[in-house]
């Protein structure tokens, strides 16, 4: 059975930073395009990162560019999220998921897979 699993969300003050994580089960996570998407209450769901199968090729949205940095470790069939410099829009439920179209789809609509989410809160 395939499933992803969110962990490393927090309460985190402007500025500061969090490692989130999503591990997969019941299948290979290098073999797949992989996103990061989240969904702030209240509001619609966002793509947040893409990472790609083949060439590792990495895709965000303008708004965490430069800050947020997603990667993969092969050995724990692991992907991360290293958040930096968090702002108060950052609070949100973070997903992981296995887009249907790849990179080249939507990173949170069409979906194979997903995990229930991590909630990440950006707080003075």
């Known amino acids: 059975q395939m499933q992803l699993v969110e962990s490393g969300g927090g309460l985190v003050q402007p500025g500061g930073s969090l490692n989130l994580s999503c591990t997969a089960s019941?299948?290979?996570?290098?073999?797949?395009?992989m996103s990061w998407f989240r969904q702030a209450p209240g509001k619609e769901r966002e793509g947040v990162s893409c990472i790609s199968s083949s060439d590792g090729m990495t895709y965000y949205i303008d708004s965490v560019k430069g800050r947020f940095t997603v990667s993969r470790d092969s050995a724990k069939n692991t992907m991360y999220l290293q958040m930096h410099s968090l702002k108060l829009e950052d609070t949100a439920v973070y997903h992981c998921?296995?887009?249907?179209?790849?990179?080249?789809?939507?990173?949170?609509?069409?979906?194979?897979?997903w995990g229930q989410g991590t909630l990440v809160t950006v707080s003075s």
């Open positions: 019941g299948f290979t996570l290098d073999y797949y395009h």
């Open positions: 998921g296995r887009p249907t179209r790849g990179c080249g789809g939507s990173w949170y609509n069409d979906l194979e897979v």
